[in-house]
Structure formats: structure tokens, C-alpha cells
């Protein structure tokens, strides 16, 4: 059957990113693959597999369902929910056995209760916010603080101590320096009095760029499924993007000088043309923004995306002359012949990020695995 719309998934892609990842790690530093938002669009539960074939030994999600979802598929893995709980999501984060993130000494004290009501010890994570001015706690002797806490009760584990940069993927700001600066001072307190315990501050930005970063441990998400965190070539960093997104032409018609397409007519034929109808809208996450401001590969070659993006369907300019018939397929993301549209490409055209783009693939397309 041709799909209207369908998003294939590179799985090896995702195994062959985590283990060039893995490689760069400097100090032994364990990679933990963020996945999140479904995976950033991928599919988290098939993304994870290849995560962890590819050498990460840790999940990350940002809530406490991502982590069920993720425990039932992967009984044995290592998961942390990073996220903020509320306290029924505290009892399904730890009834997914996920460590969870702490900052707050009232937290500390609920996530403590419900483990106790568990039979099993908590594993937390304590949050220092450096700078990124979002979760975590400010204060570095309050962070300090809780770490003993966490460390004296029964109920807790402390697993480990982290932070989140909020510049990593900008090379020109000093930001991710004053931040790396900040944690350092929790990393070694923390380092001094408990050995053990995972210290954890870089992205996927920062794994790349600043080597000093790694810790013990890497979060990576946008790099696993080979998209460039800095918003460039991810090919010219050695990551190899997992998705792409297709759809097919389901009909081809001929446009007099005047005939418009879509609604509001914002686009007409200049001249005699060729128009395809592919049945993807923004319904399935092809942003209305790609109105009249995209590129579609048919027949290999790049074709404007004229007219406004409807729910359900998209039209592309064929020219004059066309070889183009209906059932032809047809590449939003991806490569087809030697021309390829990349994540990053949408994101400039769309003034935002390729994690946005791959995230706003919804759930009316299927993922399929190769
Ligand atoms: C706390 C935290 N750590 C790590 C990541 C992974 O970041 P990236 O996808 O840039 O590697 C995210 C994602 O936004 C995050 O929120």
C-alpha cells in the first residue's frame, strides 16, 4: 500500500550515531540517550532499542508516562524522567522504576514518602540550575544540601547531581563557561564527599563542543537521531540524520497562466505548468509556514511547494514540461537521488529548530522501520 504519509526511521542511523557519540566521550563518561517527545518524532520505544545497541547505557524522558511507556519495552534499562512532577506522577516515575530529578527539599520529602510506601528506594538526581534558569535549584549550597539529604535517607538513593546549559549551541556566547564554572564547584563537593554519584551537565551541543563537559555522563538527544545541534550539516559532524519523511503524488494536472492553488490562491501560474497534489498537510506536521517556502523532491529533482499548506495536502510546481505521473513518490525530508532536504533546511526556512520540525510529525503518520 502507498502511504500518504509515512516517516521512515534509520535504526541502524540511530545505532551508528550513538556509538560515534560514544566514542568521542572523554574520561569513560557513560552516554545516556535522550528520548523524550517520542523520541523526537522517531519512535521512542524502537529509537531506545538502537540507542542502547549503539553503547548508550541510560534513557532519559522528560515525564513520568514516557517512562512507563519506555519500562514496558525495555524491562532492564537505566531510566531517568528529568522532568517536574506533580505527586500521582511521582508514583508512576517510580512505579516505572525511573530515577528521578530533584530540587527542592519538599520534593525530596514526597518522592522519600511514596518510595517508602513502595518498598524500594528512590533513585534522585539533584538539579543545580547554573544558569539555565529553568528547573533546578539556584542555590549551590542548597543543592549541596540536599545532596546529604538524599544521601542519609533510607528511602533515597543518590544517584546523581546535574545540571542543563542553556548556550552550548553557541559557540560565540561565554555563557556555557560561566555555567560549566558554577557546576564544577557542586561537581567537586559533590565528588569529594560521595565518589560514586553520576555527574551529568552536557547535551548533545556540548558533548560536540566542549570536551570538559562530559563528567560521567552525556545526555545526548537531537545528535542520536543525526540531527545537527547547532542547527548546520549534521554529515559534516559524522551524524547521520534517522528520518525521513515521504509522501506520493496523487495527481498531476496542467495549470493555465491565472490558475491558483490552495486556499487564498496565494500562489497562481505565471505561465503553462504542471502542478502535483500530495496528499500531506500540515495536519501531519508539514508546517502551513512551508506555504510557497519549501522544496519537495519528485523525480529526484527539487520542486517548489506552491500555494498554502492545507491539512491534508501540499502542491508542488512540476514545470512546463513533466515526467512526473500520479503515484510517484515524493521527499519532504530526506534524499532522493542525489538532492536531499534536511531537518535543519525547514527549520531556517521556518526560523526555528530541527527539533521542532521532527517533534511536529504527528501521530497520523506512521513510523516505519528500516
Ligand atoms: C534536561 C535535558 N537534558 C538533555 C537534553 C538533550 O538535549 P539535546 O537534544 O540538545 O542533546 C534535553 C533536551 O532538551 C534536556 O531537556
Not at 234 to 248: F, G, K, N, T, W
Amino acid at each position: 500500500m502507498t502511504e500518504r504519509a509515512l516517516a521512515r526511521v534509520d535504526l541502524a542511523a540511530v545505532e551508528r550515531n550513538c556509538a560515534r557519540l560514544r566514542r568521542s566521550l572523554t574520561g569513560g563518561a557513560e552516554l545516556c540517550a535522550v528520548v523524550k517527545a517520542d523520541g523526537y518524532g522517531h519512535g521512542a520505544v524502537r529509537c531506545a532499542g538502537a540507542a542502547l545497541a549503539g553503547g548508550a547505557t541510560r534513557l532519559a524522558v522528560a515525564t513520568a508516562r514516557e517512562a512507563a511507556e519506555l519500562r514496558e519495552a525495555h524491562p532492564e534499562a537505566s531510566l531517568l524522567t528529568m522532568g517536574a512532577l506533580a505527586p500521582d506522577e511521582v508514583d508512576v516515575a517510580l512505579g516505572a522504576r525511573s530515577d528521578v530529578a530533584v530540587w527542592r527539599a519538599e520534593s525530596l520529602a514526597l518522592i522519600s514518602a511514596r518510595a517508602r510506601a513502595t518498598g524500594r528506594p528512590a533513585s534522585v538526581h539533584v538539579k543545580h540550575d547554573s544558569g539555565m534558569g529553568r528547573l533546578g535549584n539556584r542555590d549551590a549550597a542548597e543543592v549541596l544540601g540536599l545532596v546529604e539529604a538524599a544521601a542519609e535517607d533510607p528511602d533515597l538513593e543518590l544517584t546523581g547531581v546535574w545540571t542543563h546549559l542553556a548556550t552550548a549551541d553557541e559557540p560565540e556566547s561565554g555563557f556555557l563557561t560561566t555555567q560549566l564554572e558554577a557546576f564544577a564547584e557542586v561537581a567537586a563537593a559533590t565528588r569529594e564527599r560521595h565518589p560514586g554519584v553520576l555527574l551529568h551537565a552536557a547535551n548533545s551541543a556540548a558533548t560536540i563542543a566542549e570536551p570538559d563537559s562530559h563528567y560521567d555522563m552525556v545526555r545526548c538527544g537531537i545528535a542520536v537521531y543525526g540531527l545537527d545541534p547547532f542547527g548546520e550539516d549534521a554529515a559534516a559532524r559524522d551524524l547521520e540524520p534517522a528520518l525521513s519523511l515521504h509522501s506520493y503524488v496523487a495527481d498531476v494536472k496542467l495549470f493555465e497562466p491565472g490558475d491558483s492553488a490552495g486556499y487564498g490562491r496565494t500562489w497562481r501560474a505565471a505561465e503553462p505548468t504542471w502542478v502535483g497534489v500530495l496528499p500531506i498537510g500540515y495536519g501531519d506536521g508539514v508546517r502551513r509556514g512551508l506555504s510557497n517556502n519549501a522544496e519537495v523532491l519528485v523525480g529526484g529533482r527539487r520542486r517548489p511547494l506552491v500555494g498554502t499548506v492545507s491539512m491534508d495536502n501540499v502542491t508542488v510546481d512540476l514545470g512546463p514540461e513533466t515526467e512526473t505521473s500520479p503515484g510517484d513518490p515524493a521527499v519532504l525530508i530526506g534524499a532522493q537521488g542525489s538532492e536531499r532536504v534536511s531537518a535543519e533546511e525547514l527549520a531556517s526556512r521556518l526560523q526555528t529548530i530541527n527539533y521542532e520540525v521532527t517533534c511536529g510529525i504527528s501521530s497520523r503518520v506512521p513510523r516505519e522501520y528500516e
